[in-house]
């Protein structure tokens, strides 16, 4: 079984970096690095595997808080297997 799922920003900034290099990725996985308002860098994860089916982001875009980043399929038989 497979859901989507947005991935959002955890705060305001500017994308630094995308560090999902493949599609498919892990729990806890960088999936992006943003540089926030205050200049620190904050690293956005998931708790869940799955694939990216789209980046909404690309390096150098402001976000803010809530901001979807990109949508993945959370894959639900890895969970399951477990």
């Given at each position: 079984m497979v859901i989507q799922s947005p991935i959002v920003s955890p705060c305001c900034g500017?994308?630094?970096?995308?560090?999902?290099?493949?599609?498919?990725?892990?729990?806890?996985?960088?999936?992006?690095?943003?540089?926030?308002?205050?200049?620190?860098?904050?690293?956005?994860?998931?708790?869940y595997s799955g694939t990216i089916t789209s980046y909404e982001v690309r390096p150098g875009d402001e976000v803010f808080t809530g901001m979807v980043l990109a949508y993945s399929e959370e894959d639900l038989t890895a969970a399951e297997n477990e």
């Open positions: 500017i994308i630094e970096k995308i560090l999902c290099h493949t599609s498919v990725f892990q729990p806890k996985d960088s999936l992006f690095l943003i540089r926030t308002t205050d200049g620190e860098l904050r690293k956005v994860t998931v708790d």
